[in-house]
C-alpha cells in the first residue's frame, strides 16, 4: 500500500466510521449539539436522517463516546428485527437478565423492571437505533410502544433514530402519524460544501500522519467535491483511489488525472454491477417466455 510511499501511519480514506478521524464540520457538530441538549430535556425522541454515506453511522457512535455518564444506552445498529426480536435486543442491550431465555410475554415486563431499577439508580436510557429505515412496520410500532412507559413525572426511555430519508417518507404516511407526532427533535445531515470538503480531506490526512506539502491543489479539492457531491463516503472513495494511483506511478502529488482515473474506475465498477442486474432480468425474461410454449404449446425447446 502507499502508506510508506506518503509517509503515513493509518490509511487517511478508509471507509469505516472511526470516531478517530471525525472532523468537526457543522452539520456534525450541529447534529450533536442538538442530539446532546434534546437528551438532556429527557423527552427526547430524536431522529437524524440523512443520504448513504454522509455520516450518519459514525455520528451514532459519536454520540454514543460523548454521551454523559449517568445515560445507559442500547445500541441496535442493523434493526432489520421483528417486533419480538427488537425488544429482545433491547432486553440484552439493558441487561435484563435471561433475556434470551424468558417468554415474549415477560420480556415487556423485565423491560420494564430494568427501566424502573435504572431510572431509581439516577440513570436515563437511550434507545440508539441505526438504519431505522430498515425497521419493518410493526416494529416501528412497537418502538412507538415503547416509549409509553414513563413514571408519573419522566419517560422512562428516549429514542435516538438515525435513518436514510426513507424513513421520512414513511413517517409521513397516515399510518405513522402517530410515531411521528411522538419525535421531539429531528435533524437532517446535508451533502459537505467546498469547503469543508477541503478541510475534511487535510483533516483526515492529518490524522494519518501526513506531514508532507499540500497533496491536493484547491482546483482539484473543488473537482472531487463536486464529483463526490459532498458526501464524505464517496470523497473517501475517490481520494483512496486517488492515493493508490499516484503511488503505482510514483508520484507525490495527486493531478486531474489521477481523480479522472478514479472517477472511472468507480463508474466502471457501478456499470459492472448494473450489467449483470440486466442480465439477470433477461435470463428471467428467456425463462418466464420458455416456460409459457411449454405449457401452451408444449413445446420442447
Ligand atoms: N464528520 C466526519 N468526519 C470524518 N469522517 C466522516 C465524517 N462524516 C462522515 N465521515 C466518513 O464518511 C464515511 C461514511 O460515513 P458513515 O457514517 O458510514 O455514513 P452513513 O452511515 O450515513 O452511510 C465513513 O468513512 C466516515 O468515517
Ligand atoms: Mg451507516
Not at 463516503?233 to 506511478?249: A, E, F, I
Not at 435470463?283 to 420458455?290: D, E
Request: with cysteine; glycine share 6%; aromatic share 8%.
Amino acid at each position: 500500500m502507499y502508506l510508506y510511499h506518503f509517509g503515513l501511519t493509518e490509511l487517511p480514506f478508509t471507509l469505516t466510521p472511526n470516531t478517530v478521524f471525525y472532523v468537526g464540520l457543522e452539520p456534525h457538530n450541529e447534529a450533536l449539539a442538538v442530539l446532546l441538549t434534546a437528551l438532556k430535556t429527557g423527552e427526547g425522541f430524536i431522529k437524524v436522517v440523512g443520504e448513504v454515506g454522509t455520516g450518519k453511522t459514525l455520528l451514532c457512535r459519536k454520540l454514543l463516546n460523548e454521551i454523559p455518564e449517568h445515560f445507559v444506552t442500547a445500541y441496535i445498529p442493523n434493526p432489520y428485527l421483528k417486533p419480538d426480536e427488537l425488544r429482545r435486543a433491547v432486553a440484552v442491550e439493558l441487561g435484563v437478565k435471561q433475556a434470551q431465555r424468558i417468554s415474549v410475554q415477560l420480556l415487556t415486563q423485565r423491560i420494564q423492571q430494568r427501566l424502573l431499577e435504572l431510572h431509581s439508580e439516577g440513570h436515563s436510557v437511550v434507545l440508539i437505533l441505526d438504519e431505522a429505515q430498515a425497521l419493518p412496520e410493526e416494529s416501528l410500532e412497537a418502538l412507538r410502544l415503547f416509549t409509553n412507559l414513563e413514571t408519573e413525572t419522566r419517560k422512562l426511555l428516549q429514542v435516538v433514530l438515525f435513518a436514510q430519508p426513507e424513513l421520512d417518507t414513511r413517517l409521513a404516511t397516515t399510518k405513522f402519524r402517530q410515531l411521528k407526532q411522538r419525535i421531539t427533535f429531528s435533524y437532517r445531515l446535508r451533502p459537505m460544501t467546498t469547503l469543508e470538503v477541503q478541510h475534511y480531506i487535510q483533516h483526515r490526512l492529518q490524522v494519518a500522519g501526513y506531514k508532507g506539502a499540500a497533496l491536493f491543489s484547491r482546483a482539484l479539492t473543488k473537482k472531487v467535491a463536486k464529483v463526490s457531491q459532498g458526501i464524505p463516503r464517496l470523497v473517501n472513495v475517490l481520494c483512496h483511489k486517488m492515493l493508490m494511483l499516484s503511488y503505482g506511478q510514483g508520484q507525490y502529488q495527486l493531478t486531474n488525472q489521477h481523480l479522472s482515473a478514479a472517477i472511472k474506475d468507480t463508474e466502471s465498477t457501478e456499470s459492472s454491477s448494473s450489467l449483470k442486474w440486466y442480465i439477470s432480468i433477461g435470463v428471467v425474461g428467456i425463462a418466464i417466455v420458455i416456460g409459457y410454449l411449454i405449457k401452451n404449446y408444449g413445446v420442447i425447446v
